[in-house]
């Protein structure tokens, strides 16, 4: 007999949610991982799609977040590198309520920890307990696990870093999301409501490392002068609201995500470019994924049972693949400098933004990972 059901590996997002996710199934469960530092806040602002924004909800943990923390999305403008090339998502035209919701990070995190507070069965450890089932929910710092596991992990550094930081803007955002494929980086506006209500952005500007490198080295002055470039007139001037912080970039999978009692959730199992603002959305919805298999397995099948996980791997393992595909598809399409390559994918965006199908298709694959 087991101490836990399942002993969840790793408190970020993902794991904490589904701490509370298997808890509500009634299992006993270990979440082994320290609560949010509030030491140093992400200054991140995640696009969540409409499935981890139910997911959240039934966990009781979206209505909780503070004014300003989820700002919706109800356009959104993608351009190429050159006047031709734009490419335009309407929540309207889409015949959606909204097309992201834009989440503070930091608040996310702080909500999910007082909701584990409160949840009944789940207990904070800081080291390995006896479970039937360990769901690995390190991130990107599983590297050691898989390898112990032998999940035959794959990863490819980009040479890139994304920046992340909070701007205000002097004209409001009208939530308008933008992004820029400016080969060879790729930058993003959020609309945000924090710090300034109707004003501010989340940024995701992903560079070659040495000129990420560059632009956390100079001062903010310099920084908004160069973002001010990259982004043109149409949302005003920016000012920095926070620090700037930045992550290396990459892609990649573990070949197996399953074993007899344990199974790999969230960016412990893959990872994907932010350029489209779907790794959380496809790390809950893994979450989703599992705690339904686990909530409808046969009641003589114990949870750690490699059959059953291997349910949870079959539902996931095509949407994550496809994802994967995609955001690095696009990354290397809008990276190439070749002259005829630009005019193609300029052309191509603006065939794309006259299909309507097809921005359905697409908008749909983002809405449901
Ligand atoms: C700049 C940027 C912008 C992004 N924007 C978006 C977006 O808009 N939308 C979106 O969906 N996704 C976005 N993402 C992706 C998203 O950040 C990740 O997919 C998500 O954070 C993964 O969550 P996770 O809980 O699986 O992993 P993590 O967030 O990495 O959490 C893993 C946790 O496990 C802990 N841990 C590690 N090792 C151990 C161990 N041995 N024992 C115990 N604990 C351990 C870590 O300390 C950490 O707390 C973005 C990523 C970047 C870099």
Redesign the pocket.
């Known amino acids: 007999m087991q101490a836990f059901d399942v002993q969840v ?7 904490k949610s589904l701490a509370l996710s298997l808890a509500r199934l009634g299992l006993s469960v270990a979440l ?3 609560p949010a530092s509030t030491a140093r806040e992400d200054v ?6 409409a499935a ?1 924004v139910d997911l959240l909800q039934r966990l009781k943990v979206w209505d909780a977040l503070g004014a300003g923390a989820a700002t919706p999305v109800h356009d959104m403008v993608v351009r190429g590198d050159s006047a031709s090339g734009e490419l335009e998502f309407s929540a309207w035209e889409q015949r959606v309520g909204t097309l992201a919701v ?1 989440t503070d ?1 930091a608040a996310l995190e702080q909500e999910l920890d007082v909701a584990l507070r409160f949840a009944p069965h789940v207990t904070r450890v800081d080291a390995d307990v006896a479970a039937s089932l360990v769901a690995h ?6 590297a ?2 898989l390898h112990a596991l032998d999940a035959g992990f794959e990863r490819t550094d980009y040479g890139q870093k ?1 920046i ?1 930081a909070r701007l205000v803007a002097t004209l409001p955002h009208r939530h308008v999301a933008r992004q820029w494929f400016r080969s060879p980086d790729v930058l993003a506006l ?1 609309p945000f409501d924090r710090p300034e209500a109707e004003r501010s952005y989340a940024l ?1 500007w992903s560079l070659p490392a040495e000129r990420a490198d560059a632009l956390l080295a100079a001062d903010a002055a310099a920084f908004e002068t160069s973002l001010g470039e990259a982004v043109g007139a149409d949302v005003g001037i920016l000012r920095l609201a926070s620090e700037r912080a930045a ?1 290396p ?1 990459v892609v990649g999978g573990a070949a197996t995500w399953c074993g007899p009692g344990w199974v790999l ?4 199992a893959h ?2 470019h ?1 350029l489209a ?8 919805a893994d979450v989703a994924a599992l705690s339904a298999v686990i909530a409808g397995r046969e009641p003589w099948r114990g949870v750690g049972d490699e059959r059953l996980l291997r349910r949870y791997v079959r539902q996931r393992a095509a949407p994550t693949w496809a994802m994967t595909r995609i955001t690095d598809g696009l990354l290397r399409l809008f990276a190439e400098p070749s002259a005829p390559i630009r005019e193609l994918r300029n052309n191509g965006m603006s065939i794309v933004n006259r299909v309507a199908p097809l921005k359905r298709w697409l908008t749909a694959r983002a809405l449901d990972t």
Not at 9 to 15: M, T, Y
Not at 44 to 49: M, S
């Open positions: 590996s790793g408190a970020g997002i993902v794991g082994r991982g320290a991140r602002a995640y696009a969540l799609n981890s834009i990070a929910c390190e991130g990107r710092a599983a050691a696990t994304a992340a959020l995701v992550w970039l959730v969230g960016d412990a990872v994907v932010p603002g779907q790794g959380l959305n496809l790390g809950l």
